[in-house]
């Protein structure tokens, strides 16, 4: 490796595996997000903190935003939870 190649994989750059990591649902309202979640992630085997789950509402109702917090072992199981709920009809993005 470079030292430009070092430099961008330094310490505090990126995600340091393994760790918690907060990631964000938008769906529609009625489908309850905020239950869903933690189902989805069990079901990967992913250690979900259903504790960390916080909820907001759009300022139409029709949406809501919910993030949580899960555990990541490495790199495929955060691309592993976002695949897993952007493949969800309810839920629209994920952040």
């Excluded at 994989?9 to 309202?29: D, K, S």
């Excluded at 199981?77 to 952007?86: E, T, V």
Aim: charged share 20%; with cysteine.
């Amino acid at each position: 490796m470079n030292d430009a190649s070092n430099d961008l994989q330094g310490e505090g750059r990126g995600f340091q595996f393994p760790c918690h990591i907060e990631i964000t649902a938008i769906g529609l309202m009625e489908a309850d997000i905020p239950g869903l979640l933690p189902t989805l992630f069990l079901q990967l085997g992913l250690e979900a903190d259903a504790e960390s789950i916080n909820a907001r509402a759009s300022s139409a109702g029709k949406y809501v935003s919910v993030t949580m917090r899960f555990h990541a072992q490495c790199r495929a199981d955060y691309d592993a939870a976002h695949g897993a709920l952007r493949a969800h009809p309810a839920i629209k993005w994920t952040l």
